[in-house]
DNA sequence: CTCTTTCTGTACCTATCGGTACATAATATT
DNA sequence: AATATTATGTACCGATAGGTACAGAAAGAG
């Protein structure tokens, strides 16, 4: 047909996510971009369509990406309160590897777009649902296999892990500083026993 | 000596503070923030030097304004857990009165500026610390009078505490529904019984 | 090999950003 | 009342924002 694209869109994209990751979606600049994703403006206008286009494409793929760590955070291993501890402690050691700094793209988001931008909210909100509902399979798990008491409500207990892990991941934004909320994690899990 | 300033000074600094709350530092320019204060440019650089040290003072006139709240809060009344029930109700029905949306301009901060701007992290990092301060001092006064039994461990309770406020204050902000979040309190509450 | 189609790179567009110069208006002091 | 001093209002500054026009380069189809 034609000259084909000379960059991956997908590699493209994560770089693109993880600078708005990083910076937020208005302290970042087309120039910003570009230099991470080493292509030209009008390539990522080709490909992506504008900031905002590309934005909401970098959320959505994040959102994808770190629920599937979630699940499979969980998922793994026998133990459910050893999985939820080792997930909640993820958070506080830098999610997915990376800087505790940079907390979750979708909770910096649900921050500063969340109350402008519906359409950005709407995704966010079906983070945190999803989110939830994998804490509550994960403590339904834990009960079906006995290792939970059978008086937990399950949904209750992953709403509540829900707005912990959020917090944590916000607490840790600003000050890095583990021990301060270290304890917190085994505290809130007391919770399940 | 000379002309008198036509505005009051704390009146607008309330005011920039409220544009600052709602629609974070990066989005708000110079215009929506003359607008709201009601003065003229050359008067706001006059008065406050410019964006970065008028958002300083509004931050540190929010966290002043908003621990003396919490401390009214949780200070008055005879009961502990109520105090910190209704505070907690008090973040999803709307901080301070406003609207939930806005959430917390210290939270807000630590999320958009904390990783990036080590000056405005102190004043949010203080911000938590002093929060905890204040539910550590809650929980002991509890403990204290017998109404909380003797086994817990305040500083804990409140890191927990803490960490649960500012995870409310977010997940509100892209999703007002309360029914989502309100059953947190109840079970978080729990830690204390 | 030629032509058509798409992508790359440079250069530029307008709008808006944070910040300021300057003339005018208003007050306290003398 | 005259003057010195500060605030107000308009108009503007350079820099940068997001976004695009356009010419040249690269690859498929014939």
Redesign the interface.
């Known amino acids: 047909m034609a000259r084909p694209r000379e960059f991956d869109e997908r590699e493209a994209l994560t770089a693109a996510m993880q600078v708005f990751w ?3 979606y ?2 970042t600049s087309i120039g910003d971009l570009t230099a991470r994703m080493n292509i030209q403006r009008p390539s990522l206008y080709a490909a992506f369509g504008g900031k905002e286009e590309l934005f909401e494409a970098a959320l959505r793929a994040y959102s994808q990406m770190s629920l599937a760590y979630v699940e499979r955070m969980l998922g793994s291993g026998e133990s459910t309160k050893a999985a939820l501890q080792a997930f909640l402690q993820g958070i506080i050691d830098g999610p997915g590897g990376g ?1 505790p ?3 979750c793209l979708c ?10 931008e519906p359409k ?2 709407a995704i ?2 079906d983070y ?1 649902a999803k989110l939830t509902d994998l804490f509550r399979e994960a403590v339904e798990r834990g009960v079906r296999s006995g290792e939970l008491p059978a008086r937990l409500n399950p949904a ?2 992953a ?2 892990l ?7 991941s ?2 840790m ?3 890095t500083e583990r021990s ?2 270290e ?2 994690i085994k ?2 899990l ?2 399940i026993e």
């Not at 909770?107 to 402008?116: A, D, F, K, R, W």
């Not at 829900?162 to 944590?168: D, E, H, K, P």
């Open positions: 990083e910076k937020g208005e302290a800087n700094s940079y907390g909770v910096n988001t649900m921050v500063e777009l969340g109350p402008h950005f909210a966010t909100n945190q209750l207990i709403s509540v829900s707005v912990t892990a959020i917090g944590l916000v607490s934004k600003s000050n301060r909320v304890p917190v505290e809130i007391t919770l």
